[in-house]
């Protein structure tokens, strides 16, 4: 397990035959790579304490993943510690000087690697998907598990871990606090209320959601009833960053379902736009300052945006952005924590898209045709991770992307952020 410099092995990926995209520094304030011992392609960050709005080099984080390991037994909940996370963007006055004295920038290029720090927690069996929540003191993760079941687990022994001077590497056998096994079978879609702490979400692949209240004594109760008006696999769910008993789901039945659990399961579905994508709906993301707007990717690699307001107007939704750009499935989209109108896309064509939806559109770039390939409001495609599985920004470091893929983390903030 380790971190990787920029410098050491610059993104690349060969996209046809004889031809090799190498990854421009220049476009780039910082980009690092890390990689595990068994790819995580699902992981989040870790809310920290050292405040927000950090913009001064070098920058430190914290992000929990989880593990899909060849052996069962072998999958674990990984805590990671980034630190002395340089900026990698060369600067003129260094193009122009050549003559530098070369045992000083060995030592400069040593004082500019990154750290990486982790912990791991035994987990059993592959690690779907999995979230976090600051609830009281705790930081908490969620996993669901592809054995069926969801647990919770306390990451603070993990992180005051990785704080250590000597970090301990064996595997923790710290057991989880919570595990619901009522699905009984496994899922992907996961998510922790924003609003009301340790409430959660859960949905899985025979259509079901189940929703999560935490108890005083840190415990939950979870309603065995099930939110079940999807008719497929539930693949994504989102909280309301603004109404605490509202909520979003997608599936691969082609729909987006809006919920309010005031309501019993059986009517709790309150908007439904069916047939919201050509094909599986994998992902999708509510933006958190104009609450909206929510994000949609699907199977048939289409970026949409719905505005809920419309929904109330006339009670029939069509999107406001609808965007065929990506050749691939969607894998993991998100919303700009710090700017309303930019969204970050990955697919798995290998490519991660960056795009600012207050950018005017002309009638080219209102086409969905895949002849118009560059629309005004894309702002860059970052390359170079194979089989890339899903993107987040760091809440608390401006402009900075973490993304996961099959052959590792990419860790970098451009210069369009």
Sequence with gaps: MEAVDADDNIASQ????????????????????????SPCLSFDIISDSLGNGREEFPLTCYIVGGTQAERAQANCVIVMKL????????????????????????????SKRPGFAHSKLRHMGTVNRIRTAVVGERHLAATWSETGRVHIWDLNPALSNTDSASPLTAISSQSSLFTFSGH?????????SSIEQGRLATGDCRHN????????????????????????????IQWSPSEANVFASCSVDKSIRIWDSRSAPNTACKITLDNAHDSDIN?????HKEQHFIASGGDDGVIKVWDLRQYKRTESLSPVVNFHYHTGPIT????NPNDASVL?????????????FAVETDDAAASTDKDV?????????????????????????PGVIISTANDGFNIFRTISA
């Design 14 to 37: 060969e996209e046809t035959p004889g031809e090799e995209l190498v990854c421009d520094e220049s476009a780039y304030v910082m980009y690092h790579r890390a990689q595990t011992d």
């Design 209 to 236: 959601i189940h929703l999560w209240q935490p108890r005083p004594d840190a415990t939950w109760h979870v309603d065995q009833r099930p939110y079940a008006a999807h008719s497929e696999s539930v693949e994504d």
């Design 283 to 287: 992902v999708i993301s509510w933006n």
């Design 83 to 110: 630190s002395n996370l340089c900026k990698t963007q060369k600067s003129e006055d260094d193009d122009d000087d050549d003559d530098s004295d070369s045992e000083s920038d060995s030592e400069e290029s040593a």
């Design 332 to 335: 993991s989209l998100e919303w």
């Design 344 to 356: 970050a896309v990955s697919s798995a064509d290998d490519r991660i898209s960056i795009w600012d």
């Design 184 to 192: 009984q079978t496994e899922g992907y879609a996961i998510d922790w």
């Design 373 to 397: 390939d560059v629309p005004p409001q894309l702002l860059f495609v970052h390359q170079g991770q194979k089989e890339i599985k899903e993107l987040h920004w760091h809440h608390q470091l």
